[in-house]
């Protein structure tokens, strides 16, 4: 679990802004403390998850929006490893760093929004970190520390200051839109249409780095590292496929792991209880899976044949070093599913040719989208995050249907 401090606002001094002030007017008196708490508003990226912004609870202190300006704080944070057990080194952490303010703003309720700049490669803005000696993504303790260096005016008080701001906690909505579960001995998060009737089930397979491991079985990563399951749960992506359930399993540790831990049955029996207590139209049950959770993804298509209605390898690992994890049988077992392949062709961690180029080749039917790399909106990526592209419905056959419009059109 995340760990979070109780930081007093840094003391600095006040300088008056050059606007005039009102005649009555008072100065808020010394033996006056406010103290408020305030929230990290975090955002799933591309890149995983960032805190793009902080909002304070500002209730009933009046705050006069036109007091407000983007110099009126400064925010400072810290990012260290949750756990010293975590296998390090952690790649990702940060002390002391400076998250620049693009903005002050009130909202309605009292809210007062500190918006930070963010974006790739923003230091000090991910909640992620890496630990290159599990393989992992971890959530990191996260501390913000906030200094008011101008005054407010709040009813009509000039030189309004806090006296202390309280750091709670990471507010993310996308994420917590996904209800958390346990069934068949798998943890798993949940998305849930606000249409009535049967709907579509979107299974979503995370990668290596959001699996779980030892002493630690969150499954928020499997939300937080990338938008492969939150794409699923937009609104573009709702009305593409009418309202749909989104599932996203996490695996204890690998889903290559499947020979050990059997997790190809343990990922049915799941499926099928999910299906058993909501309303899902059991003729479109899709699966999607980037990296390891490709490979788990063709493998599990293999093994239940005729049960989805057509599938999404990303990036799909077929060969483990010299390792065949899919046989070629497997490969062909695939063929009575529509299959849509992504990957890029520079991806060094899972090569194009040996395993998404040959899985779209003996499959029949299957569609690729081969991306000569991974650039998304202006960034060029790391070649093996080619699920970049389906989380933000790239990919596109040659007459212009995107992806999750195919997947939708699907049906047994």
């Known amino acids: 679990m995340r760990r979070f401090t109780a930081l007093a606002l840094a003391a600095a001094p006040l300088v008056l802004t050059a606007t005039a002030v009102p005649a009555q007017a008072q100065t808020l008196k010394p033996a006056d403390p406010t103290r408020a708490a305030f929230t990290l ?9 960032q805190v793009v912004s902080l909002t304070i609870d500002a209730r009933g202190l009046g705050i006069n929006p036109r007091s407000l300006s983007d110099d009126a704080f400064s925010v400072r944070a810290s990012g260290t490893s949750p756990d010293p057990s975590v296998p390090g080194p952690v790649l990702g952490t940060f002390e002391d760093v400076e998250r620049p303010v693009a903005d002050v703003r009130l909202e309605r309720g009292g809210k007062l929004v500190i918006d930070l700049e963010d974006g790739f490669g923003t230091p000090g803005a991910s909640t992620l970190g890496y630990s290159l000696g599990a393989g992992r993504n971890v959530e990191l303790d996260l501390e913000y520390t906030v200094t008011q260096v101008k005054p407010l005016t709040a009813r009509g008080v000039t ?3 806090f006296a202390a701001l ?11 839109a996904f209800a958390p ?6 943890a798993y998060r949940l998305f849930s249409p606000r249409e009535r009737g049967k709907r579509p089930l979107v299974v979503w397979l995370h990668g290596g780095g959001e699996g779980g491991r030892e002493g630690s079985y969150g499954n928020d990563l499997v939300l937080q590292a990338n938008r492969g399951a939150l794409g699923f749960a937009t609104k573009e992506a709702q009305k593409a496929f009418g309202g749909a359930y989104v599932l ?21 029996g799941l499926i099928d209880e999910v299906v058993a207590s909501h309303r899902v139209d059991t003729d ?7 990296s390891n959770g490709g490979y788990m993804t063709a493998q599990l298509v293999a093994d239940n044949p005729g049960f989805f209605a057509a599938d999404v390898p990303i990036a799909a690992v077929r060969q483990y070093g010299e390792k065949l994890v899919l046989t070629d049988a497997e490969v062909a077992a695939m063929s009575g599913t529509p299959t849509w392949v992504v990957h890029a062709e520079n991806d060094e961690t899972v090569p194009f040719e040996p395993n998404g180029k040959y899985i779209a080749e003996h499959v029949d039917g299957a569609l690729l989208s081969a991306y000569p790399d991974v650039t998304y909106d202006g960034i060029t990526y790391d070649g093996h995050w080619s699920w970049v592209y389906v989380g933000r419905n790239d990919p596109a056959t040659a ?10 059109a699907q049906s047994l």
Not at 170 to 176: A, G, H, N, P, S
Not at 181 to 186: Q, R, T
């Open 166 to 176: 309280e750091q709670t906690r990471v507010v993310d909505e996308e994420v917590e």
């Open 399 to 408: 007459d212009g249907t995107h992806i999750w419009q195919w997947m939708a």
């Open 248 to 268: 996203a399993p996490q695996a204890p540790d690998f889903w290559l792991n499947d020979d050990a831990r059997g997790y190809s049955a343990q990922l049915k």
């Open 284 to 290: 479109r049950i899709y699966v999607v899976g980037a």
């Open 181 to 186: 579960g346990e069934a068949n001995g798998l």
């Open 159 to 161: 030189d309004f200051r």
């Open 41 to 49: 508003d975090a955002e799933v990226q591309d890149g995983g998850q």
